[in-house]
């Protein structure tokens, strides 16, 4: 099945030390999307990739970085993680970014910051 | 962005059908009502979504009001896997194009299917 897989679904990291997460997508969709999800908060977007196009949420702070090597990969990057960054981190993908297009999400990866 | 107003939390018994209502008064006209869900510690799965007419899938049923200022989800027979929260959200474009359009989540409405 066409799918989003998130690796790993658990990430423990230390305060400070640079972490990565992965996403990869079977469906070949255009548009790759991170959300953040702290506990008991809706999701809220981070940044998205359309084909190799970067799109920053104008609130994302500077700590958070992207890098989508293909059409199938994108990571994730905490570049200096604090114990406020400890949330659910959501991949998303789309075939296009229309209104239209639904967006179908992978399972997540909850970071933990210690 | 159109707003969202959704119940904080209801109640649904296995079998009936659970209804779940949206109001998004300032909608605008090429806005999209999307609806997803989302499990506990899951990432949120994809319902249905809608312009102007009402939408049907194996999931579930999109009720939009003539004047597109309300919503309804319809799960036809609920069973204890639909107990999850329930998003309804208004997607909007950053630009003319309609491209660059995001998922704005708001707080949700928390179903409980019981039996």
């Known amino acids: 099945d066409a799918m989003v897989i998130q690796n790993p679904r658990y990430q423990v990291t230390q305060f400070g030390k640079p972490v990565t997460l992965s996403c990869s997508q079977t469906l070949n969709h255009n548009v790759m999307y991170w959300y953040q999800q702290k506990s008991s908060q809706a999701p809220k977007l981070l940044f998205h990739?359309?084909?190799?196009?970067?799109?920053n949420e104008a609130d994302t702070p500077d700590n958070f970085q992207s890098r989508r090597p293909n059409t199938s990969f994108c990571f994730l990057d905490i570049r200096s993680p604090g114990l406020g960054d400890a949330a659910m981190y959501l991949c998303a993908t789309s075939r296009d970014p229309g209104l239209a297009r639904p967006q179908y999400f992978g399972p997540g990866t909850r970071l933990l910051v210690l | 962005d159109a707003k969202t107003t959704q119940p904080p939390s209801m109640d649904c018994a296995e079998g009936r059908a659970a209804n779940l209502p949206c109001n998004h008064s300032?909608?605008?006209?090429?806005?999209?009502v999307y609806w997803y869900r989302q499990i506990h510690s899951q990432g949120p799965q994809y319902i249905i979504h809608?312009?102007?007419n009402n939408e049907t899938n194996e999931m579930a049923s999109l009720i939009i009001t003539e004047d597109r200022k309300s919503s309804t989800l319809i799960l036809p027979h609920a069973t204890l896997r639909d107990t999850a929260v329930y998003y309804c959200?208004?997607?909007?474009?950053?630009?003319?194009?309609?491209?660059?359009?995001?998922?704005?989540f708001g707080t949700g409405t928390r179903l409980q299917v019981t039996l």
């Open positions: 300032t909608i605008s006209g090429n806005e999209y």
């Open positions: 809608g312009l102007k």
């Open positions: 959200i208004v997607r909007v474009s950053s630009r003319r194009d309609g491209t660059a359009s995001k998922l704005t």
């Open positions: 990739y359309y084909d190799k196009d970067f799109n």
